[in-house]
């Protein structure tokens, strides 16, 4: 059964930068493409990034230039770094598989954009 647990959001201002983390348990991680998706208030869940178990990355025009996704298959952890941060990336932050992701989505991350 693999178990994944997000940390590291919290409240930042505009302009202001975070890094989300995501530590996966399974023996097959290195070999699975990871996404990090998103779910603002009162919107549907939406993929913002995610990364080839090879390192290959690739993110939703929303995000990319600011948001920059990375692995360390040594470690199963998949990270998110995030700059430039704006109020509308606002949202609960979960990691996931890119594919067939796992029905439980866990809790999420929470990351607030303001002044």
């Known amino acids: 059964q693999v178990h994944i647990v997000e940390y590291g959001g919290g409240l930042v201002q505009p302009g202001g930068s975070l890094r989300l983390s995501c530590t996966a348990s399974g023996s097959s991680f290195s070999f699975t493409t990871m996404g990090w998706y998103r779910q603002a208030p009162g919107k549907q869940r939406e993929l913002a990034a995610y990364i080839t178990g090879a390192g290959s990355p690739n993110y939703a025009d929303s995000v990319k230039g600011r948001f920059t996704i990375s692995r360390v298959n040594a470690k199963n952890t998949v990270y998110l770094r995030m700059n430039s941060l704006k109020p509308e990336d606002t949202a609960i932050y979960y990691c996931?598989?890119?594919?067939?992701?796992?029905?439980?989505w866990g809790q999420g991350t929470q990351v607030t954009v303001s002044s």
């Open positions: 996931n598989k890119r594919y067939q992701p796992l029905a439980d």
